[in-house]
């Protein structure tokens, strides 16, 4: 588990893929947070540096797809550019999109440490408000 109550996430094994669920005060940062657990489910990015940014946007969808989105957005960036989303900044647009943008790091910049992220599966994928906090869970295909 990293970070505090207030907002983080946590890793846990998934047959041959990987669970991660995250929580943060507000929809926009759980998805942040999701991102980090995505992230660290393949590469030791605890001291990485974005060297730069890349910038994204999600079309109006109900949460649980803007997750999805977004984490189907830092893989695709694995895949074309060879580079880790290892922070997230994100606002919501009037019409229920999201904007925002990511800290990338290169691959070549960080450990390995598990396989590569292939996709976000659905099965499983939860996203909602939970008390004071947003909780989400989603299953990536490694």
Known sequence: MIRGPAAGYELLPHTADVMLTAW???????ITEAVRALAA??????TACPSRTVAFAC???PD????VQVLEEAIYLLDTEDVV???MSAVRTAQGGLVGD???VARSDV?????LPKAVTRHGLRFARQGELWHCRAVIDV
Do not use: H, I, N, S
Not at 64 to 67: G, R, Y
Not at 111 to 115: C, I, K, N, T, Y
């Open 64 to 67: 649980d797809e803007l997750l």
């Open 102 to 104: 990511f800290g990338v």
């Open 24 to 30: 943060a005060p507000t929809a926009e940062e759980c």
């Open 85 to 87: 989303a290892v922070q």
């Open 111 to 115: 450990a390995l440490v598990g396989p």
């Open 41 to 46: 489910c393949f590469a030791d990015v605890r």
């Open 59 to 61: 079309e109006p969808a």
